[in-house]
């Protein structure tokens, strides 16, 4: 049983085109995440709620929209997509106090 | 704004060899200290969480230090094996849930 599953794990799309990432944790944690990790294997954060509420932006570009329809859930919705969007995408939950952070097994979105 | 560093970038070693893997962070503030493995084109696996208050930790051939003071922690892995070979990444958020801040990661190859 899955901790945080995403989907789609493989993502390939035109420049241009609009897609979401879903995600989704059944460990009941209060905080989700989505990660960034780029070509040179660095994960940086995009995107933090807390019980469905935004908590950071790191300066992402509006292109990118989460969206948490409840605490178990965070998708991620990118518009306008462009190559630079080509990445793997991870989401992550934790729990304050808790036992760390559990990641998803990423979204490999390749813009051609 | 914390930093995470890892030395080394990369790293071979023959299999059984012990071997400690290196990260500092520039803020001693932290809440806790997470390392994760990576194998390529997957997901990121939770291998040791450290609490602030903790000094060390063990999962089987696994040891992590953590010296607050000092913003250092070590990852020990004893009898190297060729399936430790992966990219391992130290974490740390500077409060309880507030996103993880990563280490670049050291590659690590055992050869048979």
């Known amino acids: 049983d899955t901790a945080v599953s995403q989907t789609p794990k493989y993502l390939v799309t035109q420049m241009g085109n609009d897609k979401s990432i879903k995600c989704e944790q059944n460990?009941?944690?209060?905080?989700m995440y989505w990660y960034k990790q780029d070509s040179k294997k660095f994960l940086k954060i995009m995107f933090s709620?807390?019980?469905?509420?935004?908590?950071i932006n790191e300066t992402v570009p509006n292109r990118f929209s989460p969206k948490s329809p409840d605490k178990a859930h965070l998708n991620l919705h990118i518009n306008s997509l462009e190559l630079g969007d080509s990445a793997v995408y991870f989401c992550?939950?934790?729990?304050?106090?808790?036992?760390?952070?559990?990641f998803g097994s990423g979204t490999r979105l390749t813009v051609v | 704004k914390q930093e995470v560093t890892q030395i080394p970038a990369a790293l071979s070693v023959p299999e059984g060899e012990n071997l400690v893997l290196n990260c500092s962070f520039t803020?001693?503030?932290?809440?806790?200290l997470q390392w994760f493995r990576q194998d390529p084109g997957k997901g990121l696996t939770s291998l040791l969480l450290?609490?602030?208050?903790?000094r060390e930790q063990t999962s089987g051939r696994l040891n992590a230090s953590l010296d607050k003071s000092s913003g250092r922690s070590t990852l020990y892995i004893a009898a190297s094996q060729p399936g430790d070979s992966a990219t391992y990444l130290c974490?740390?958020?500077?409060?309880?849930?507030?996103?993880?801040?990563f280490g670049k990661g050291t590659r690590l190859s055992v050869i048979a």
């Open positions: 992550a939950s934790s729990q304050d106090p808790g036992d760390g952070y559990t």
């Open positions: 460990l009941g944690h209060d905080t």
């Open positions: 709620y807390n019980n469905k509420e935004l908590i």
């Open positions: 803020d001693s503030a932290i809440y806790n």
């Open positions: 450290i609490q602030s208050s903790q």
């Open positions: 974490a740390v958020p500077s409060s309880g849930n507030t996103p993880l801040v």
